[in-house]
């Protein structure tokens, strides 16, 4: 690949990332910060800025992968970790909201590297399941490091809520000393946190059902906005969000998913019943200070939309 066309690539994986992020916050998804609907301290606009903000170091883990692919540089010196803190700093530089983009950016610098890996050894978003694989597998001490600063700059929660609280000036220490991998840690939080779990399993639901499905409901109705808000509510009717669990319990994310399925039985989007039974499950998801919002949920999607739109920029001449 000559130099042109991979800049060339490299700035539309970027675009990509941004695209993904801006349909899925533009997306009036139940219980989420949207044009019409913001939060407490944050707005639409601070996904938009963050969004873009994502841009440089997505391209910087694409371009990073495309030389681990090309044997300019080994696994090990990927850094996946920093590009995640980086990419968290930059969009908390972007704007004065709340966490926008911690989980984005945990999904989407692995996908960016994968996706780079896959320019490399020219394979398609098939095998962006086992390029993810490769690269956590080869993610280091001082991955783990700079992801706990990650989510320490972002504003989340605690991950995970153990000895290793992010939280704890003693867990970094405890880190080097019993030299965990950043892979380690997401095993470690995999218990009570969906995107841990993704990430350890090779993004089963990202690219096993989410893509797959948003791909299929596409076809079916035009607007991408309510395929979106549909493929939104299959997977969470599916997996309980674990962002609502960690404010108020796996009981309410039980419940809450058992509400989307309720919506879905309905028609979810693609009825005018299931339209009316949506907008009384938003009501009741915004209630309590925004507790049952489904953040996880939509950042699975949110990756489901990327791995779309990677399809024509990794497809096989």
């Known amino acids: 690949m000559n130099d042109s066309i991979l800049k060339e690539k490299i700035k539309s994986i970027a675009e990509a990332a941004e695209q993904a992020c801006i349909l899925e916050a533009s997306a009036e998804k139940p219980g989420n910060v949207t044009p019409t609907h913001s939060f407490r301290d944050t707005t639409f606009s601070d996904f938009e800025a963050g969004a873009r903000a994502l841009k440089p170091t997505v391209a910087k883990a694409a371009y990073t992968g495309f030389k681990a692919g090309s044997e300019k540089i080994s696994s090990n010196q990927i850094h996946l970790g920093k590009m995640i803190l980086q990419a968290v700093s930059d969009v908390r530089k972007s704007h004065d909201g709340g966490n ?18 896959c320019l490399a050894e020219k394979k398609d978003v098939t095998h962006l399941s086992d390029s993810v694989h490769r690269i956590l597998a080869a993610s280091t001490i001082e991955d783990a490091v700079y992801f706990y600063d ?6 989340a929660g605690g991950l995970p809520k153990s000895e290793l609280d992010v939280k704890r000036v003693e867990s970094k220490k405890k880190i080097v000393e019993s030299r965990f991998t950043l892979l380690d840690i997401l095993h470690i939080s995999a218990v009570n946190d969906r995107l841990a779990e993704e990430l350890t399993h090779d993004l089963r639901i990202v690219l096993g059902e989410a893509y797959p499905l948003l791909s299929k409901i596409t076809s079916k109705i035009n607007s991408v906005h309510d395929a979106i808000v549909q493929a939104f509510l299959v997977v969470l009717s599916k997996y309980p969000d674990t962002l609502i669990s960690k404010k108020v319990g796996v009981s309410e994310s039980e419940r809450v998913s058992t509400q989307a399925r309720e919506v879905l039985d309905l028609g979810g989007v693609l009825t005018d019943e299931g339209k009316a039974e949506l907008k009384v499950f938003d009501k009741v998801l915004r209630a309590n200070s925004n507790n049952l919002n489904p953040g996880t949920t939509a950042d699975l999607v949110a990756a489901a939309l990327f791995v779309s739109l990677l399809e024509d920029i990794l497809k096989l001449s």
Do not use: C, D, R
């Open 100 to 117: 926008t983009h911690l989980g984005i950016a945990l999904l989407f610098i692995p996908i960016s590297v994968a996706a780079g890996l």
């Open 150 to 155: 990650a989510v320490n700059i972002s504003t």
